[in-house]
């Protein structure tokens, strides 16, 4: 990919270059000479466009030559009288030059600055095209000194504005140099999933010029076939009218003989086309069997739509919360500066949270969008429709567990949780959250053990005891590896308390990683395929066990696994009352 994206380095330099300036007419230094006495009488003259174009072509001469520091001293006079024209457009394409001295230069700090200087004028033109070329050319400085993060986002731009002309060749571009951009990051998930696209765009893109070429020698060979046969048909009518057909010569039968070849031809280049149109009416039938593909895209659809009307429950349930405490403030006088600290906080645990939520949600808010853009271009496959779905069922899964938590932690913000404890079978409740799970652990071939004894009872708050299991065994689905092993275990001691251990063979966490849990800055990691999280979910595991009585510990080895153990109040001998289950409900 290194070797790739010099390519495209080069290509786009030269590209830009030929677009601005046409050959050079310096052949010698007295050439040079002659033109800077010219440009200086013409500076006097006022004639400072004039003057612009001389030290333009002196610059592209310097510039051909590989002296690039009076290319540089020339192309920065041109600059300055433009600045005295007002010529923005004179000023956007002697920057964008500029920008690729610099980077030839290794100076891609100064490159990036012109680059950006040509782009502001771009976008005032209203030019796509032209702004999605600059783009890409200033992430490619950038890619230079590692501003990744900064590039992917010029990338996305212009991958944007590729989709809304349809320009494919464009898009195929903008799909490379995400690729190679997330491999330079070390993200090899992204980088296989920006690589599907590309493919899939560089097949499309091949297949539309090889049909192009073909479709031109048909056509050019039919027309020149009609053009012949026309020409001999007019000779045998001609004939015929001077009453010479009935000798029928020698000559006269060739020249019929061979009409009637041609006629034939064109027969058969009818029939050929013929073919290929039943061809294409076969291909079409086919792809109306394949419309449960379509499906996908409803669903893709849909997950979107949820997602967006969570984020206005989310965001009406913090702004009421906000609402709630301020009023709370003016009535309690005496807790005004407890309160203020409340606000505070809740301020903070806001904007924390809406700026993990828009962060994680770009990721996959993108992929579905991109992947609905390329089926309904028909540019996949069915495999690599399938593909892509697995794909996005994982990412959709771990979206809406977190939004999940999200609403959990919202609601008890905005209203309080009524604790309901009862006498409750562990077993059973493990079993319902394993099972809800089982699917998310088979995406990576992970095994769920259930060591739970049947006759542990402990008294506790049902639903909370659910979303601490569900929450501590999805961590664990997320930072263990594929073929991994996830264990939930459970004992009474002392005769007061139950333990519950969930323990994951996974990646394990540092000690400094470990001191980080369960605190208000939410602590969060991406998974071992890059899952994503609030840090939410810990914090409502530790106020759930301790709301019941309990209390939650972690031990964790790097490279070995990490278990997380928490307590609940053993069962005070009251009536154990049944859990139901998903099919009892």
Known sequence: MVNRQFNIIFFLLFLSFLQGFTQNKFRSTEEINTALEKADFLIKQDELKEASGIYNDIAIKYWEDKNLDLAIEYFTKSYRLNEKLNSEGGKAMISSNLAMIYCDKTQYEKGIEYFNKSLAYRRTTGDKVAVSSGLINLSIAQNNIKKYEESVVNLEEALKLSMEINDTKQMRACYGMLAETYEKMGNVERTMHYFKFYKSFNDLVSRKREKELTQKIEEKDVLLLQSENESQKKELELLRRNQELSALSKEMQMLYENVSKKELVLKLKEEETKAKNREIEIQKQKLEHETEVNNYVTWGGGIIILILLILLIIGYSLYRFRNKTNKLLKQQNAEISHQKANIEYANKTKDKLLSVLGHDLRGPFATFKNLIQLMDMKVLSQDDVVTHIKDMSSLADSTLLMLDNTLIWARGQMNGEMLEQKNI???????????????????????????????LVAFADANQIKIVIRNLVSNAIK???PNGKITIAAHSYNDEFVSIRVTDTGIGMKPEDVEKLFTSEHFTKTGTKNEKGTGLGLLLCKDYIETNGGKINVTSEVNKGTTFAFTLKVSDNRTVEPNLSPADS
Do not use: C, D, R
């Open 479 to 481: 930072f263990t590896l």
């Open 425 to 455: 079978e562990l077993y059973i409740i493990v079993k319902e959250v394993l099972s809800f799970l089982s699917e998310t652990a088979k995406i990576k071939n992970i095994e769920l053990i259930n060591h739970t004894p049947p006759e």
